[in-house]
């Protein structure tokens, strides 16, 4: 009979009460349903001793936390963006770092595009006309908004959910799909979805509808800011379903409140959850809290995912060593 202690996991933020049993079958677990909210030091506090984490998008796992706890070998997310994790300290420590891609990829998608098309077709600012029983009459110009069909469809960041993207413009709404990548994909992928590789300055020149789903990181921090919206056209939309900091959020503002651009769908925010206020003060932006990925059977599989990869890096499970979406397994190699 196995009689070596269970390792011990600390799981940050509320979650699925199936995952928490799944979790507690394997673990020593410490958990959080009640939701509170922990300052880092109390974060901090919690995972003393703890040899694995179960964390989301928010939690800031940075260097000061590693070094104030030294026994942590798994810091598991069930976010796909881990821009909140500092994996290459987490590396150095020998700590295994994982995140929870392709489960979310198509509701986030179906997302995405929503937001555009509600951003396109002004769906919440014709809502709040008709809330705020402002509508006595028809009028033959009221709400009209950009078409879809048809459009230039730009993606920024051309990776599993862009892709996932530009296939429902290419496929299901009859669009031109331009993009623009790090790296360029292959000819037979770019022929399947029908997307042509542009600049930055071309894609931001043609789109009309503009969808930014790149990851985080210091090199794409402000990577729309005035310079770059001043390109766009001012009939255009710009969709950001990426991460808040990507856009420079006060020169979005001034760009929708000069009507530089039309309308932007923004489900991201620098300093999320705060909302820069010249955002919510303007009729021609939707507003959605960072929910992209938040359909319930789509959430269940993030966490499951991360719950799974948190088993196999502590070595329990029958993966015991193989953590299915881990960012840096060479760690487990070392130990
Ligand atoms: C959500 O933003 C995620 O990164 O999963």
Excluded at 158 to 185: C, D, E, K, P, T
Excluded at 234 to 259: F, Q, S, Y
Aim: aromatic share 6%; net charge neutral.
């Amino acid at each position: 009979m196995n009689t070596a202690p269970k390792p011990r996991v600390l799981v940050a933020r509320q979650v699925f009460d199936e995952v928490i049993e799944k979790l507690a079958g394997h673990f020593e677990l410490q958990y959080n349903q009640a939701d509170a909210v922990w300052t880092q030091d109390e974060l901090i506090a919690r995972l003393q001793g703890m040899d694995g984490a179960f964390v989301t998008g928010t939690e800031a796992i940075d260097r000061r936390l590693l070094d104030a706890c030294p026994q942590l070998r798994a810091v598991c997310t069930m976010a796909v963006g881990y821009n909140n994790i500092d994996l290459a300290a987490c590396t150095e420590r020998g700590v295994l770092v994982s995140n929870a891609p392709d489960v979310l990829t198509e509701t986030t998608a179906d997302f995405g595009f929503a937001l555009m098309m509600a951003t396109a077709r002004r769906i919440t600012e014709s809502e709040h006309f008709l809330r705020a029983g402002r509508w006595t009459r028809w009028g033959h110009d009221m709400f009209a908004g950009a078409d879809v069909h048809g459009a230039t469809l730009g993606v920024l960041g051309m990776g599993r959910i862009g892709q996932a993207i530009a296939r429902r413009g290419a496929l299901g709404f009859g669009m031109s799909v331009l993009y623009h990548n790090r790296s360029r994909l292959d000819p037979a992928v770019e022929a399947k979805l029908g997307a042509r590789y542009v600049d930055k300055a071309t894609l931001l020149r043609e789109s009309d509808h503009l969808v930014l789903v790149l990851p985080y990181s210091p090199a794409s921090h402000h990577a729309i800011g005035a310079a770059e919206l001043a390109l766009m056209k001012p009939t255009a939309t710009l969709t950001n379903v990426a991460r808040g900091g990507i856009v420079d959020d006060a020169a979005l503002a001034e760009a929708l409140r000069e009507r530089r651009i039309a309308a932007a769908g923004l489900d991201v925010f620098e300093g999320e959850p705060a909302v820069h206020p010249a955002l919510l003060q303007l009729p021609n932006v939707v507003l959605t809290p960072h929910i992209a990925s938040a359909s319930l059977p789509t959430r269940l599989a993030m966490a499951q995912l991360a719950a799974d990869n948190l088993i196999a890096a502590l070595g329990q499970g029958p993966h015991a060593g193989r953590p299915p979406t881990a960012l840096n397994l060479q760690v487990l190699g070392a130990r």
